[in-house]
């Protein structure tokens, strides 16, 4: 039964797909719905005509004309009051069979009563014709939208009729029935053409929704793309601004407000380049499935690129909960990775805050998160950090310093100070380190340690450092020639390109002797790029300056320095004098290290020299040079000179007059 039905649906719907197929038998359903009562009413209409032309003006009721004509018109009327779209696809098709099995019985009654009305009454012949072809015309144009169905009055009603009129022999009749069948077949082709047109327009349609559906789609997967991480499936950093833009919630200064947390991986950097990319991503995705399975109910979570994630909460969270909250985050890193039968091992800081009254942007709340990260790194890894509001006006702190930075302020209200450096042997002052101090009228006292880092940080370091020591030369060139100054040049300094040629500018400019200059660079400055540091510095040494290695023994491959740069002087770190008077090994390793610095060729400060004690023992280690508060504390350079007795009568200044008053 079912091979029947399709088979009878194919040859009256021809169609490319069942989905094409599907819209011709709605889209001509839809139509028909306002057309069959056309259908009934043209056979009515013929009917009762064919009828009064053959039988009188009269009908008689309880004929079967009268019967048919009220099944006609009750048919009529039902289509049009009552028959109501249908959305049940069985039942379309159900409808639309029985209107092809109706059409058939109709067409063929007809056809059998207009032959019998041929024989019954010849002279009406013409009038039983006109009826009817009208009726096959009639009723083909009521079922337009259903071609094959159209069709079938045609051939059952008029080709009959035209066949009977050219069997009659009269020349005349003949002359009819080609017309007739010329007209029909016209038709007939006509409704065929209209056939196509309506499969043509059905499969143009069903391209055009599939094209806009592809479109949507593939909108749909461009925004889930704009919106998605690759790698993990999580939101991406763009998403959660959006959300952050959309749901963000604030609270009062005591809490309450929406909660970003954002982590990175401890230890990705040597995982990924250990094992390769491929184990990197397999962290990541871990810890984003990870973060999903814990907090993905509650909250959106995101990553932000490279090892960096976030978890948002629209609606806060309690206290205890933020807390809990940002343990498991750190916690969730710390679970080893399987991969390739291997544990990858990870952990995770975190910086965790609330939005409130501070969080006067999107953009600043998503900073506060960030600096509570930085913070939580800086103090301890696997941690996390609140952000609070000492640490908001430590921000605040650090903004109005870049601001000042960045206009030149500071640097106009920069004061250089000098502290001096002793030489052992002849108890004499022969260097003044520079030393830049920042009394700032918006921040007050500005650490060296806060705003260089700052300079740093913004690039500015280099034009920062040349000036102060334009300012440190422009004062040295006042000094005794015996007293030399002392200037430390930054990591970031040493390593621009040109650094050692604009130095040697300022010093020609001001006409001090390169002699009387002693840069100092640290460890750092020099592990920034080993080769570039030591072409700089070969540069400033060959033109006559003196060059000096700061806070030796504080850090890790200083002795490897030793072998591949030559230094001038070499500056012990204040550690090394922290507890040499209870310490017979920590004076035996200050001992080997002033051994270290004359082995390689160069004389020896020791720093930070604070007591008498510490100025004993560092002569009897057979230190060159000391330094520190004992000695002579950072200030002016005319207060300097004064207390050195420089300023006035030449006063020679001996380190034993300092001990012996201190």
């Known amino acids: 039964m079912a091979d029947q039905m399709h088979w009878v649906l194919q040859f009256l719907f021809p169609a490319k797909s069942l989905r094409e197929q599907r819209e011709q038998i709605v889209g001509t359903f839809e139509n028909l719905r306002r057309q069959i009562p056309l259908l009934y009413a043209v056979a009515l209409v013929n009917l009762v005509g064919m009828h009064v032309a053959t039988n009188g003006d009269e009908l008689r009721w309880l004929s079967p004309i009268t019967l048919l004509s009220g099944i006609l018109l009750g048919r009529m009327i039902y289509w049009i009051v009552f028959q109501k779209p249908i959305e049940d696809f069985a039942k379309i098709r159900r409808e639309l069979i029985k209107m092809v099995v109706f059409t058939v019985i109709l ?93 043509r327009l059905v499969h143009g349609q069903i391209a055009i929704v599939r094209e806009r559906n592809r479109a949507v789609v593939a909108e749909l997967d461009a925004i889930k793309r704009a919106d998605e991480d690759a790698l993990s499936g999580l939101a991406n950093r763009g998403r959660l601004v959006k959300e952050i833009e959309k749901s963000i919630v604030r609270g009062p200064i005591s809490g309450g407000g929406s909660v970003l947390a954002i982590c990175d991986l401890d230890g990705f950097k040597s995982a990924n380049d250990t094992f390769g990319h491929a184990a990197g991503d397999a962290i990541l995705r871990e810890y984003a499935g990870r973060l999903t399975q814990s907090f993905g109910d509650q909250a959106l979570v995101a990553r932000l690129g490279g090892d960096e994630f976030a978890v948002f909460w629209p609606n806060g969270l309690p206290k205890e909960g933020l807390a809990a909250a940002a343990e498991k985050i750190c916690s969730l890193a710390s679970e080893p990775v399987e991969w390739e039968n291997k544990e990858l091992i990870v952990g995770a800081s975190c910086g965790v ?8 942007s999107e953009s600043e709340f998503f900073r506060q998160a960030d600096s509570a990260l930085y913070k939580a790194k800086a103090s301890k890894r696997g941690t996390w950090h609140l952000y609070d509001l000492p640490q908001f006006e430590a921000d605040q702190r650090r903004t109005k310093i870049e601001t000042l930075i960045l206009s030149g302020a500071a640097i106009d209200e920069m004061e250089i100070h000098f502290q001096p450096i002793f030489e052992i042997e002849t108890e004499a002052p022969v260097f003044a380190e520079a030393l830049a101090r920042w009394n700032s009228l918006d921040l007050g006292l500005v650490t060296p340690d806060e705003f260089i880092r700052v300079a740093e940080d913004l690039g500015e370091i280099d034009r920062l450092n040349e000036s102060l020591f334009e300012k440190a030369v422009s004062i040295a060139t006042h000094w005794p020639e ?3 100054l002392s200037f430390n040049l930054s990591a970031v300094q040493l390593g621009r390109s040109a650094a050692s040629e604009r130095i040697i500018r300022i010093v020609e400019k001001h006409g001090m002797a390169p002699q009387r200059i002693q840069f100092e660079v640290t460890e750092t400055a020099i592990l920034a790029d080993l080769g570039f540091a030591e072409r700089e510095l070969k540069k400033l040494s060959d033109h006559g300056f003196i060059i000096a290695l700061d806070d030796f023994g504080s850090g890790y491959a200083s002795v490897a320095y030793l072998r591949e740069l030559s230094f001038d002087t070499i500056k012990l770190d204040g550690s090394l ?48 040079f000391v330094q520190g508060y004992c000695l002579g504390k950072p200030s002016t350079s005319e207060a300097m000179l004064e207390t050195l007795g420089l300023g006035g009568e030449p006063s020679p200044f001996k380190l034993r007059r300092l001990s012996n008053a201190s």
């Open 107 to 199: 067409s063929f009654g007809f056809s059998i009563w207009a032959q019998s009305l041929i024989t019954g009454y010849p002279d009406e012949t013409m009038t039983i014709l006109l009826y009817s072809v009208l009726a096959a015309l009639g009723a083909a144009y009521g079922l337009a939208s259903f071609p094959r169905a159209a069709v079938i009055p045609l051939l059952i009603l008029g080709i009959p009729v035209a066949v009977r009129l050219f069997a009659m022999g009269n020349a005349s009749m003949r002359g009819v029935a080609v017309s007739l069948v010329l007209v029909l077949l016209l038709v007939t082709w006509l409704l065929h053409e209209h056939g196509l047109a309506l499969s």
């Open 577 to 624: 004098l922290e507890n040499v008077l209870e310490s017979e090994r920590s004076r035996q390793i200050l001992l080997g290290l002033v051994n270290l610095c004359h082995a390689a060729g160069a004389k020896c400060v020791a720093e930070h020299v604070e007591t008498n004690e510490q100025l004993q023992i560092a002569q009897a280690m057979g230190c060159d």
């Open 482 to 484: 015996d007293l030399s």
């Open 353 to 360: 805050t609330e939005a409130g009254p501070f969080s006067w």
